[in-house]
């Protein structure tokens, strides 16, 4: 394969440019700004912790100095929430920078990597650019994880790493700690890397198993829940040896001092999380309910306010520019890898009043 004929093909795989600005849709459609409303990226509609910004702004005045090199506060608070060493955590600007070096770290050309589809893209994209080969386990029905097809596949082929993602993006399908830990206990040889960013912060999780296995690792983000995707904040707790290996690759100052500082003062923050669940579920509870009267829409999987949509037998990249017309932005989740065959969207719910207006675009849907 050339070059070009390479990077033609990776192309596909970068799922952000999929889902479009605000910007771009109103210049395209004619509209303003401040009438589009976008469903299409999975963010904490919400906002951020008033406390988190405020730390960060403080941290701003201090811009002409590099941040703390070992991100010691930002450490020592995730060490104490996880109850495991400081030297257990690996730092990036955001999980697609943590994915990336840890790919560069534990893995080399010619490594075959597992990934479950359709799963978020970034997995293949970065082990297929370090030169890795995909062993690629598609799931049937697409909105559940076979685990049953990933340990067939491992005992079959020499896997290297192995992408677990719980909750799944953008299915929202799980796998049980019990099914993890059996895998791992059976191909001690391979890493497993969970992903957990659209996981409930307080919850364990697969960080227990992390403490107690030298070949899983979890990956956490602060973009989600805690309201600070614009700030690129992601970790992965890790056995201290894999830690200090990838340490190796990770450049110094990875992460702003404005994002580690604002990221710490949302750990300390005991209220926005359980105020953001709460309204996720009044929210999703009362779409359930509006999209089930609506014929030939159906959900075909969710997490928290993300949710997958099914529309039946329209065409969903029509669909998506129909509701974008409109002002609606949502996700063409046939950008995904394993739902090009069927038509869904991706959406993320947003406040009541913008929750409507997404309601009555899906109605009038031709």
């Not at 440019?17 to 904490?44: H, K, M, P, Q």
């Not at 830990?181 to 001690?188: I, K, Y």
């Not at 999703?284 to 159906?298: D, G, Q």
């Not at 029509?318 to 974008?324: C, D, G, R, S, W």
């Amino acid at each position: 394969m050339t070059l070009n004929s390479q990077s033609r093909e990776l192309a596909s795989l970068r799922l952000y440019e999929a889902e479009t600005s605000v910007e771009t849709i109103a210049l395209r459609y004619g509209l303003e700004a401040s009438a589009v409303i976008d469903f299409s990226l999975n963010v904490n509609p919400l906002g951020s912790p008033p406390s988190a910004i405020a730390a960060a702004s403080a941290a701003l005045e201090r811009s002409n100095l590099y941040p703390d090199i070992n991100f010691q506060r930002l450490r020592s608070a995730l060490a104490a929430r996880h109850e495991l060493s400081e030297e257990c955590l690996f730092f990036g600007a955001g999980l697609d920078d943590v994915i990336k070096l840890l790919l560069q770290a534990w893995t080399s050309e010619g490594d075959k990597v597992l990934i479950h589809i359709p799963t978020f893209p970034r997995y293949e994209l970065e082990a297929r650019l370090r030169g890795c080969t995909l062993v690629v386990v598609e799931n049937d029905p697409p909105e559940e994880i076979s685990t049953a097809a990933i340990a067939r596949e491992l005992t079959a082929s020499d896997i290297a790493l192995a992408f677990i993602c719980t909750p799944n993006n953008p299915t929202g399908a799980t796998v049980s700690n019990d099914d993890i830990e059996r895998m791992a206990r059976r191909h001690p040889d391979t890493i497993f890397i969970i992903d957990e960013a659209l996981i409930y912060p307080s919850e364990d999780g697969a960080v227990p198993l992390a403490r107690k296995h030298d070949n899983i690792v979890v990956l956490r983000t602060f973009s989600k829940y805690f309201g600070l995707a614009g700030l690129r904040i992601g970790y992965a707790v890790a056995p201290s040896s894999l830690v200090r290996v990838a340490e190796v690759g990770r450049p110094p100052f990875n992460m702003a001092a404005s994002a580690v500082c604002a990221a710490a003062a949302a750990l300390a923050d005991t209220t926005f999380l359980p105020a953001c669940k709460a309204q996720f579920r009044n929210e999703v509870a009362w779409f359930l309910e509006r999209v089930a009267s609506i014929p030939r829409l159906s959900i075909r999987g969710g997490n928290a306010n993300m949710l997958l949509l099914d529309i039946g037998d329209r065409d969903p990249g029509v669909a998506a520019a129909e509701l974008a017309a409109n002002g609606i932005v949502v996700a063409d989740a046939t950008s995904f890898r394993g739902l090009e065959k069927h038509n869904v969207l991706r959406v993320s719910l947003r406040g009541h009043a913008e929750n409507l207006k997404l309601i009555s675009a899906l109605e009038a849907l031709q």
